[in-house]
């Protein structure tokens, strides 16, 4: 089992930069599909990026290609989510979540969530 803790949320204007930390538990964290999902208010959540467990397999929404970024330090246990040249579109509650092995990117093919951050990009 993994607990995750998702930092770095915050008020950016349009155009700014957010780094997203999501920090996991347990000592099977290596093994672990990781993904990032947004929850816009009124809206269901959303995939937004997810990596595999060695780093080397990414894959992002069309929404967010070139200019959100996952990567993934095993040795520290946590996920990141770069975000440059954010727009009022992206504001959103993100959630980290991780699956035992890749299924797909439906909330549904994960097992394991945080609480969530905001992220709020004003115009």
């Known amino acids: 089992q993994v607990q995750l803790v998702e930092s770095g949320g915050g008020l950016v204007q349009a155009g700014g930069s957010l780094r997203l930390s999501c920090a996991a538990s347990?000592?099977?964290?290596?093994?672990?599909?990781m993904g990032w999902f947004r929850q816009a208010p009124e809206n269901e959540r959303k995939f937004v990026a997810r990596?595999?467990?060695?780093?080397?397999?990414?894959r992002y929404t069309d929404s967010v290609k070139g200019r959100f970024t996952i990567s993934r330090d095993n040795a520290k246990n946590t996920v990141y989510l770069q975000m440059n040249s954010l727009k009022p579109e992206d504001t959103a509650v993100y959630y980290c979540?991780?699956?035992?092995?890749?299924?797909?990117?439906?909330?549904?093919?994960?097992?394991?969530w945080g609480q969530g951050t905001q992220v709020t990009v004003s115009s």
């Open positions: 347990g000592r099977t964290f290596s093994s672990y599909d």
């Open positions: 990596i595999s467990w060695s780093g080397s397999s990414t």
């Open positions: 979540a991780a699956a035992t092995y890749y299924r797909g990117t439906d909330y549904s093919d994960y097992n394991y």
